[in-house]
């Protein structure tokens, strides 16, 4: 009889015991977030000039080249010119399609930076100074998701301040020298004579102000054409 209480209490706490214990399913732990690794660019940039000092007036030819080893792809690229101590910035752009292993190239003249206005497209500097030139280079898709089109009336601000470049480069330019006095504002100002000229006078060469004797090969008598601002025998 004994016997038979004990192994009734004993099966009494055993189930007593099982309804304390709690069954919890096998809980899924979550996938980590998939995260792609950002490609190193295919696109380089390079700026190149003959050398890195120059003196007013002389001649200037450099030059900026882009280089894609990658898809091919629309650019959006970006030439700023900045002189030190003006705050006044040149800035242009140019919209165009570099294939697969193939570049770009674009000419590059002197600056002339002021507080009211700006180029770099001079045949030569007319003031000293430190000139920074720098050449930004977008992807065209990242600036459509951006402003919703990828053309040259996207202004260069807003896609500076809101996209990060494919690549850039910048190099500094150090003229040297007295700075040109202004000549003219147009032609008529100047009144120097020239032989083989087609007005029979220099002309202006308004951007810089400066009196020459030919801009274009137009600007010279038949027979002559313009070179470096002078009219020669073609």
């Not at 099982?18 to 998939?34: L, M, N, S, Y």
């Not at 040297?176 to 003219?184: K, W």
């Amino acid at each position: 009889m004994k016997d038979e209480i004990l192994i009734g209490l004993i099966i009494v706490g055993i189930v007593m015991l099982a309804g304390c214990i709690q069954f919890r399913p096998t809980e899924k732990v979550p996938a980590a977030e998939e995260v792609t690794p950002t490609k190193e660019s295919n696109v380089s940039v390079t700026i190149d000039f003959p050398k890195t000092s120059f003196s007013v007036k002389e001649w200037v030819k450099g030059k900026y080249t882009v280089k894609n080893t990658g898809p091919s792809f629309k650019a959006y690229i970006v030439e700023s010119g900045k002189k030190e101590g003006y705050e006044k910035e040149y800035r242009a752009r140019v919209v165009t399609e570099i294939g697969s292993g193939m570049g770009f190239s674009s000419s590059l003249g002197a600056c002339e930076i002021t507080e009211t206005s700006s180029t770099c497209m001079l045949h030569y500097f007319i003031s000293p100074g430190t000139y920074v030139y720098e050449i930004r280079v977008y992807d065209c898709s990242e600036i459509v998701k951006v402003f919703g089109e990828c053309s040259t009336d996207v202004e260069p601000k807003k896609v500076i301040a809101a996209i990060s470049p494919l690549a850039n480069v910048s190099k500094k330019v150090i003229v040297i020298g007295e700075p040109l006095t202004p000549q003219c504002e147009r032609d008529e100002d100047c009144t120097q004579p020239c032989e083989n000229c087609r007005r029979g006078t220099y002309v202006c060469y308004k951007a810089a102000k400066q009196c020459v004797e030919c801009f274009i090969s137009l600007d010279c008598k038949s027979g002559y054409e313009c070179e470096r601002e002078k009219c020669v025998p073609e």
